[in-house]
């Protein structure tokens, strides 16, 4: 197929759904374990009772996106490049919001307009110094009980708002208690534009790694988890094994670092990136799939595997625990699965909120080949 074919075929079915917007999932199957309530610590204050049908999950944000003039909180940030700025996000999620779903009007439900009792909206995008994010950020880690934090790097296909909602809904999901944060790098949100987020993602890389150093020593956080999907994966594997290399003293500090469908080149992630993350001996846990459609189309048009798919190019490295998500119910795609089934969401719980490796881990089945063990996560 000629490369053009090939993208022209990927962007194609990507405009179906992209990297961001999932459709309903199901409830957890009779095998599974209920999922896990909210935290009885939110990271957001108490919901008024004028606001009873909705919680307001407070995040943190770092972004080298242009700022705007518009006041309008979902367009505060555009798609340019720009200099690093810090702030905080409030992001509704509905009382009876489903775990794994990103709630959003759907003309199917003859819903024309947000309703923050019935969606996930970003309400109110407030940006501040860099002394004052810190100060904010690190007054968040004391009140959590074992001075938690997480940084999410998103995907391909996301704008400023799509990150802070997808964060949100994973702090809510998780019931996480400590400081969420995300990292939001300047991608197009456009799904033609997947070439130009492949540079950008690439240009944010130093920024990214100055903005982890920044918030490991200055957040107070002693229990960090790195997350990042798809080629948010790039700048963050890069950035963490630089600057662990750079910095050993942090190294305690990074509790775990979560791949979720990387779309990264599997031969470079094999020789190049693996050795360099495992070095510093903290734990890497990497989410595949065979179902993951968007990364095979990925693979069609850079003419190699990527990191993220599963099955005989499964990557299977010392040091990661991989997790093969293929039989778990997913997106249209398969790409957002780690955000959007309660499988995914129930064994994350597990890894981040109780500390287990994949051995401890419910619903997780070891497999042995002759290049080592992965783990094959049942719905």
């Not at 200099?83 to 990103?102: D, F, K, Q, W």
């Not at 130093?206 to 903005?211: A, D, G, H, K, V």
């Not at 048009?301 to 499964?314: D, I, K, N, Q, T």
């Amino acid at each position: 197929m000629r490369p053009m074919r090939a993208v022209v075929m990927f962007l194609a079915v990507a405009v179906l759904s992209g990297c961001v917007t999932p459709l309903p999932t199901s409830p957890p199957s009779a095998g599974s374990p209920p999922p896990p309530p909210p935290s009885t610590e939110p990271s957001y204050p108490s919901t008024p009772p004028s606001e009873a049908t909705y919680a307001t999950v407070r995040v943190f944000f770092a972004t080298d996106r242009n700022l705007t003039s518009s006041a309008d909180p979902k367009e505060m940030f555009g798609t340019e490049r720009s200099a690093l700025r810090y702030g905080t996000a409030e992001v509704s999620i509905p009382r009876n919001h489903r775990m794994g779903e990103l709630e959003a009007p759907s003309i199917f439900r003859l819903e024309f307009r947000e309703d923050p009792a019935k969606h996930v909206v970003l309400q109110k995008t407030a940006v501040s110094s860099k002394d004052a994010f810190y100060a904010d950020l690190a007054a968040r880690v004391r009140r959590s009980q074992t001075a938690n934090a997480f940084v999410f790097v998103h995907g391909y296909n996301v704008t400023f708002e799509d990150a802070a909602r997808r964060t949100a809904q994973i702090t809510y999901d998780l019931g996480f208690d400590g400081a969420p944060a995300f990292y939001s790098w300047p991608s197009r949100g456009s799904v033609p534009a997947y070439t130009i987020d492949e540079q950008n993602i690439e240009w944010a890389q130093s920024n990214l790694r100055r903005f982890l150093e920044d918030f490991f020593t200055l957040s107070q956080a002693q229990n960090v988890y790195l997350i990042a999907h798809s080629i948010g994966n790039r700048a963050l594997t890069r950035a963490v094994a630089s600057l662990l290399k750079d910095r050993p003293d942090l190294r305690s500090r990074l509790k775990e670092v979560i791949l979720a469908a990387p779309d990264i080149d599997a031969e470079v992630f094999n020789r190049d990136i693996a050795p360099a993350l495992t070095a510093a001996g903290r734990p890497v846990t990497l989410y595949a799939s065979s179902e993951d459609q968007a990364l095979a189309l990925s693979r069609t048009v850079h003419g190699y595997p990527r990191a993220g798919e599963s099955g005989a190019g499964l990557v299977i490295v010392p040091g990661i625990e991989t997790v093969d998500a293929t039989r778990v119910a997913t997106d249209f795609l398969g790409h957002s699965y780690f955000a959007d089934t309660t499988s995914i969401l129930s064994d994350m719980f597990y890894l981040i909120r109780e500390g287990k490796r994949a051995d401890k881990r419910f619903g997780l089945r070891p497999v042995d080949k002759p290049a080592g063990r992965y783990w094959e996560l049942r719905p």
